[in-house]
């Protein structure tokens, strides 16, 4: 850590020296590169010994929790930035990521929500219906917990682990993850409950966390229909579905600096190029990166 500490403050000074940068300029390609050097660390390879595989690796990663194209050549264009910079301070011999491409950027790219826009579209649940605080209940788990909406749909309370944190999810296949969720999330989740015990509830849907109006868990087409209403109630122009979320809850963790290796684990997606999970993430690792990165834990849990 100490040595990439050194290199990071030459590489700082290259940028700013050499290449005649502005502060603002620096900061995003250091930003960018800390995403690499920390999923490198999670991997155990030292930034000077990476190979062009392990760099197409942190690629592929990038697409598999759905970044933006455009962002993808962002991150890999300051990759490619710093080992030249390397190369020519002799760092490294030959520099792994001349053969590093770019993703192609085409027309059709899936739309991410902000902050704001999810914010807003939480807001405009009409909490005095019996669906509300439901409906918030479902927007903000989606959100804190990147779900697929069958996985949304099938959430059971008995997967609920709420004082320490986390929900046991079945994914695809039958696998199962733990995934952290937010307070907030939690906090609307407890409110839901309040009103869910006044909820018929058919015999066998009794341990569903989503109950619809007749009485069984809540289906993929209602959860549609109550994100399509709600961003025709607040003129939002993005094509959204329950996935913008998924997506938007991996977009912003990046963003906001979280490992890689943790969001796609968190997603309960695979090794790149294996077939086994990554068992080696601490489920403790994946609560900080939560609790350090998503949006919803750096506001204050009273609004």
Known sequence: MKTNEKIITKYRQYLKLEKSLSENTIQAYLTDLDKLLAYFTLEGIDCTEATLQDLENFSAG?????????????????????????????????????LLESPQIGKHLPDILTVEEIDALIGAIDQGTPEGQRNRAILETLYSCGLRVSELCNLRLSDLYLSEGF?????KGNKQRLVPISPRAVNELKNYFVEREETKIRPGY??????????????????????????????????????????????????????????????????????????????NLLRQEIIEHHPRNKKKQSE
């Open 206 to 283: 009794e341990d569903f966390v989503f109950i619809s109006r007749i009485g069984k868990n809540i289906s993929r087409i209602m959860v549609f229909h109550i994100i399509k209403e709600l961003a025709d109630q607040i003129g939002l122009k993005k094509s959204i579905s329950p996935h913008t979320f998924r997506h938007s809850f991996a977009t912003h963790l990046l963003e906001g600096g979280a490992n890689l290796r943790a969001i796609q684990c968190m997603l309960g997606h695979e090794s790149i190029g294996t077939t086994e999970i990554y068992t080696h993430i601490d489920r």
């Open 167 to 171: 929900i046991k999810v079945e994914g």
């Open 62 to 98: 990038l697409h598999d929790i759905g970044i933006h194209p455009r962002s993808q050549a962002r991150i890999l264009s300051g990759i490619r930035s710093f080992y030249r910079f390397l190369t020519l301070d002799d760092y490294i011999r030959q520099d792994p990521s001349e």
